[in-house]
């Protein structure tokens, strides 16, 4: 076949393409040297730098220098690291004031309509509304919805609106709803109490999308995430919506991870979530004897609690927020449906249990619900949530915090005593996670998933002090992050691996003992339970996961049993 002619190359072109230009390679390698320094996650040495660039020490040491006398880096003189230096900030502030926020969002917006089959659009605040700013249809559909551009609807009742609001700084938030009251009401499903919506608003924020049930118009549905600039403000949403026929609840819970990768991907990764969305290779299959005892869809199952009293298996769901009470023998599992987010519980001595709820440490009873409150220790950081919880045989309850936009180093672990009385005692967690004591009590565990750590304190059990914090265990990247976390009679320290398909156990030293594989990617926390305490109950979560990792595990959200021959130890009580 006779190729066409191709017009011939400017000269300088074809001389680009034959030889270098001069005084490239050391641009080359400045440049190889500012992406080390902003791709690691730890201040960098020079020893560092020189074996990663795999040049002399001069050459690497010129090119820092110039780096440095450029402010694209800066030395920092107390302990000798590398840093990215303010030069590049400024730059970034040029970029973000030139983004043209439209013309990235569009190809996103085409991937969608290709994958979810229906209309997606790329909405902006506008005053007290949003201004829908970019609308793309699918193709063949009976059923199209009208072309919005330039219209405007209310920010409180559509899903871009609530996306946005979500990732407004607290006092930026409460400003911006103040202005809404009273909230209108133009479809079945608007959420008119401000007290319901800024707990909408604060589950959108820990999920990263936003879904609307027929709140803006009656008969359809939306799922959004906001766009972010470099400073995590919202620059616009981007949202799929359609007939609530076609996008069920639950289809726009699968297409959440989607609208927060387009998200990322139109703001060039400004604003990434905490935790990763890489998942582990799948295991070949699960470890014999790993059993599904409760089969349930929930979006964040997490801190599983053993009644011991009523033989039953106690559990959460952050995000659809409710608590479960399951029968592991029958499968049977009840729900109650909770107006805030609970993350975990644990029992009371004086009966009932006490729960980790968004408004603070409460009592709590399966049958009447969240009671009074216990503390509040975070009562200045309305922006952060509690996260893991457990009891120290003292009759402490120790509970981590998290920042509901998974903001780095916002975090802290708090140990609250029967009086209420509620002590730091650590704070810069990233995601302050599972949590435990040794058969002792004379170490205490706790994970900071967001770094992939195990970090492990001396304690003494009668005070409650902590000292000495060092890392016990660390996952490596790409292997899944650690989660929640139990200990066995002998010290033996059990994590589940989030995006990891598996719960490990490691030794007293941290050195990994047993990995037992899952068949869902994103296992939560795990807790001893049954008549003799020798098996380990595991929750899993199903949040974020795309439509096609959900048909590859379609368990995830489900409670699962695994039998061990070390018992677990009985959970400590709350009060005195």
């Given at each position: 076949m006779k190729q066409k002619d191709q017009p011939p190359m400017e000269p300088e072109l074809a001389e680009d393409a034959a030889t270098p230009?001069?005084?490239?390679?050391?641009?080359?390698r400045g440049i190889a040297l500012l992406t080390h320094v902003a791709e690691s996650k730890e201040p960098l040495r020079f020893v560092d730098l020189a074996a990663h660039a795999r040049l002399s020490r001069p050459t690497v040491h010129r090119i820092?220098?110039?780096?440095?006398?450029?402010?694209?880096?800066?030395?920092?003189?107390?302990?000798?690291?590398?840093?990215?230096?303010?030069?590049?900030?400024?730059?970034?502030?040029?970029?973000?004031?030139?983004?043209?926020?439209r013309a990235a969002a569009e190809p996103e917006l085409e991937r969608l309509v290709e994958l979810a089959g229906e209309t997606t659009r790329l909405g902006i605040l506008d005053g007290d509304g949003v201004l829908y700013v970019?609308?793309?249809?699918?193709?063949?559909?009976a059923v199209r919805l009208t072309n919005r551009v330039?219209?405007?609807?209310?920010?409180?009742?559509?899903?871009?609106?609530?996306?946005?609001?979500?990732?407004l700084d607290p006092a930026g938030r409460a400003r911006f709803l103040a202005r809404l009251e009273p909230l209108s009401a133009p479809a079945p499903g608007t959420l008119t109490d401000l007290e319901a919506l800024r707990r909408d608003l604060d589950l959108t924020a820990a999920r990263g999308y936003a879904v609307s049930l027929q709140e803006q118009s009656e008969g359809v549905h939306a799922v959004a995430a906001a766009v972010l600039d470099h400073r995590a403000r919202p620059l616009g949403a981007i949202c799929i919506v359609g007939p609530a026929y076609r996008l069920p609840e639950q289809r726009l819970h699968e297409l959440g991870r989607e609208v927060i990768e387009a998200a990322r991907r139109t703001s060039g990764n400004a604003g990434q979530s905490a935790m990763s969305l890489d998942v582990a290779p799948r295991p070949d299959a699960a470890t014999a004897g790993v059993?599904?005892?409760?089969?349930?869809?929930?979006?964040?199952?997490?801190?599983?609690?053993?009644?011991?009293?009523?033989?039953?298996?106690?559990?959460?769901?952050?995000?659809?927020?409710?608590?479960?009470?399951?029968?592991?023998?029958s499968g049977r599992d009840e729900m109650l449906a909770l107006p805030e987010m609970v993350s975990a519980l644990a029992p009371r001595r004086s009966g009932g249990l006490i729960a980790a709820a968004r408004s603070g440490l409460r009592g709590f009873d399966f049958s009447t619900g969240l009671g009074e409150t216990l503390a509040v220790p975070e009562a200045d950081r309305p922006g952060n949530r509690f996260n893991d919880g457990k009891c120290d045989r003292e009759g402490r309850f120790w509970v981590g915090t998290l920042a509901l936009d998974a903001t780095p180093d916002a975090g802290a672990l708090y140990r609250i005593g029967a009086d209420g009385q509620a002590t730091m005692m650590a704070s810069g967690l990233h995601v302050a996670n599972g949590l435990g004591f040794s058969p002792d009590g004379r170490r205490f565990y706790l994970a900071d998933s967001a770094r992939r750590r195990i970090f492990v304190f001396d304690a003494d059990p009668v005070t409650g002090a902590l000292s000495e914090r060092r890392v016990f265990a660390e996952v490596a990247e790409g292997?899944?992050?650690?989660?929640?976390?139990?200990?066995?009679?002998?010290?033996?320290?059990?994590?589940?691996?989030?995006?990891?398909?598996?719960?490990?156990r490691?030794?007293?030293?941290?050195?990994?003992?047993?990995?037992?594989?899952?068949?869902?990617?994103?296992?939560?926390?795990?807790?001893?339970?049954?008549?003799?305490?020798?098996?380990?109950f595991v929750t899993s979560a199903r949040v974020r996961l795309s439509a096609a990792q959900l048909r590859e595990a379609p368990l995830s959200g489900s409670v699962f049993?695994?039998?061990c021959e070390v018992p677990g130890l009985p959970e400590g009580g709350f009060g005195g």
């Open positions: 230009v001069p005084g490239t390679q050391a641009l080359t820092l220098a110039a780096l440095v006398e450029a402010r694209l880096l800066r030395l920092d003189p107390r302990n000798q690291t590398y840093r990215l230096g303010p030069r590049l900030f400024e730059m970034a502030h040029r970029v973000w004031d030139e983004f043209d926020l970019d609308q793309r249809d699918a193709a063949q559909q330039g219209g405007r609807v209310e920010a409180h009742a559509s899903a871009c609106g609530k996306a946005m609001l979500a990732q059993r599904v005892v409760v089969r349930a869809e929930a979006l964040l199952g997490e801190g599983p609690l053993w009644s011991v009293a009523e033989g039953r298996l106690y559990w959460v769901d952050i995000l659809n927020p409710s608590v479960h009470r399951s029968d592991p023998d292997r899944g992050t650690p989660n929640g976390l139990a200990i066995d009679a002998e010290g033996y320290v059990w994590a589940a691996l989030w995006d990891g398909w598996c719960v490990v490691y030794d007293p030293a941290g050195a990994v003992d047993r990995i037992v594989n899952l068949p869902v990617p994103r296992p939560t926390s795990c807790a001893f339970g049954g008549a003799d305490l020798r098996t380990l049993a695994v039998a």
